[in-house]
């Protein structure tokens, strides 16, 4: 098992799959992008099949989340996804999407054997939409939201980032919005991970005063039906459900004492926490010919030097060099 010396488990694996996007989500990256990972460095679709096999079949690890950058863009992730659901014990499988193309994908991608689509959509106004991710793509999300209803990927989970005079007003509108289309919402609070260092404690919109924007609509009551064990969202019945929404308190409201996750980014690294300043490089080991139990052993030694939380409260923490889109969301 990935145990850390804290005693945390880790069962949920995030992979990847590219560091490239086609958008430009303010929170996330500048509008001229970045400098992208190299092809060469990239893992194949080979080398990631390979590396969550030996996460699901001797590493504990039940849950994989395909995320990016934005993994729509890797034309092999049907296949990806497919190999993934094939093996034993049969993980559960999901996917993190901006939506672009997903009108397309969501049957394919239900075919193959994906359970779960997160969608981001930060706004259901198209100006807003091009001004914060700078691309006119507004109706493809929408419209990859409803394909992945319609393919049974049910129910759709939607992220949004409210940001202060940007976004912040819409926290009502886009609960409605998702209400009635039988989505589930979440909110997470923006974190410093984007790429210009640009987030500011002082700015970022927290945890509380979402709950205030939509208690002044709705009335709220925890969710108590399941328990919330590690997951990042605290949820709550809207109007005394069924319809649901999660808060996720990333920086205000930190759950990492609870924390199941561990991390491979495109170019093949182990990171054991999103903060992390540390990377364990199983890409290389593995094209120097490392055998499967060589790479579980750098894996497990990796998750054992998982630091108790991410410490963004604390005086010197830094912000890691790797942008989110880089290290996968
Ligand atoms: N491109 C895909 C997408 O946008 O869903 C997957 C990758 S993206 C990095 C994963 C999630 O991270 C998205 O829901 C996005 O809104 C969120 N995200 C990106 N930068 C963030 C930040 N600085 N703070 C909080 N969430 C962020
Ligand atoms: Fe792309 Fe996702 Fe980052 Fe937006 S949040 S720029 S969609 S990787």
Same mark, same amino acid.
């Given at each position: 098992m990935l145990r850390d010396s804290f005693g945390r488990v880790a069962t949920d694996l995030r992979v990847s799959l590219t560091d490239k996007c086609n958008l430009r989500c303010s929170y996330c990256m500048p509008p001229e992008g970045l400098d992208w990972l190299p092809n060469s460095q990239l893992l194949t679709a080979d080398e990631i099949v390979r590396l969550v096999t030996i996460g699901v079949e001797r590493l504990g690890i039940r849950e994989v989340r395909y995320t990016g950058g934005e993994p729509l863009l890797r034309r092999e992730l049907p296949d990806i996804v497919a190999r993934t659901t094939a093996?034993?014990?049969?993980p559960q499988v999901s996917l993190t999407t901006n939506g672009i193309g997903l009108a397309r994908l969501a049957a394919p991608l239900a075919a193959a054997g994906l359970g779960r689509v997160n969608v981001s959509l930060d706004?259901?106004?198209?100006?807003? /939409?091009?001004? +914060?991710?700078? !691309?006119?793509?507004?109706?493809?999300v929408i419209a990859?939201? #409803?394909?992945?209803?319609?393919?049974? +990927?049910?129910?759709?989970?939607?992220?949004a980032v409210l940001m202060r005079d940007v976004n912040q007003h819409e926290a009502v509108p886009l609960l409605r919005y998702c209400l009635q289309q039988g989505y %589930?919402? !979440?909110?997470?609070?923006?974190?410093?991970?984007?790429?210009?260092?640009g987030w500011s404690r002082d700015t970022?919109?927290?945890?509380? %005063?979402?709950?205030?924007? +939509?208690?002044?609509? /709705?009335?709220?009551?925890?969710?108590?039906? %399941?328990?919330?064990?590690?997951? $990042?969202?605290?949820?709550?019945?809207?109007?005394?459900? $069924?319809g649901r929404v999660g808060v996720i308190g990333s920086v205000t409201r930190p759950f990492c004492g609870a924390c199941d996750r561990v991390r491979l980014t495109a170019d093949g690294q182990i990171r054991n926490c999103l903060f992390a300043t540390e990377e364990s490089d199983l890409k290389s080991a593995? !094209? #120097?010919?490392?055998t499967d139990d060589d790479l579980a052993q750098r894996w497990l030694a990796a998750v054992a030097r998982k630091r108790p939380g991410h410490g963004i409260d604390d005086p010197s923490f830094l912000q890691p060099a790797r942008p989110m889109s880089a290290i996968g969301g």
């Amino acid at each position: 098992m990935l145990r850390d010396s804290f005693g945390r488990v880790a069962t949920d694996l995030r992979v990847s799959l590219t560091d490239k996007c086609n958008l430009r989500c303010s929170y996330c990256m500048p509008p001229e992008g970045l400098d992208w990972l190299p092809n060469s460095q990239l893992l194949t679709a080979d080398e990631i099949v390979r590396l969550v096999t030996i996460g699901v079949e001797r590493l504990g690890i039940r849950e994989v989340r395909y995320t990016g950058g934005e993994p729509l863009l890797r034309r092999e992730l049907p296949d990806i996804v497919a190999r993934t659901t094939a093996l034993t014990p049969r993980p559960q499988v999901s996917l993190t999407t901006n939506g672009i193309g997903l009108a397309r994908l969501a049957a394919p991608l239900a075919a193959a054997g994906l359970g779960r689509v997160n969608v981001s959509l930060d706004t259901l106004d198209r100006d807003t /939409f091009k001004k +914060l991710a700078h !691309r006119d793509r507004f109706t493809d999300v929408i419209a990859g939201m #409803a394909a992945a209803h319609d393919a049974g +990927l049910r129910p759709v989970k939607v992220n949004a980032v409210l940001m202060r005079d940007v976004n912040q007003h819409e926290a009502v509108p886009l609960l409605r919005y998702c209400l009635q289309q039988g989505y %589930e919402l !979440r909110f997470i609070e923006q974190m410093p991970l984007d790429a210009q260092h640009g987030w500011s404690r002082d700015t970022m919109v927290t945890a509380d %005063e979402i709950l205030d924007l +939509l208690s002044a609509a /709705f009335t709220l009551t925890p969710d108590e039906s %399941e328990d919330r064990g590690s997951a $990042p969202a605290e949820r709550f019945l809207v109007d005394g459900g $069924p319809g649901r929404v999660g808060v996720i308190g990333s920086v205000t409201r930190p759950f990492c004492g609870a924390c199941d996750r561990v991390r491979l980014t495109a170019d093949g690294q182990i990171r054991n926490c999103l903060f992390a300043t540390e990377e364990s490089d199983l890409k290389s080991a593995m !094209r #120097a010919g490392a055998t499967d139990d060589d790479l579980a052993q750098r894996w497990l030694a990796a998750v054992a030097r998982k630091r108790p939380g991410h410490g963004i409260d604390d005086p010197s923490f830094l912000q890691p060099a790797r942008p989110m889109s880089a290290i996968g969301g």
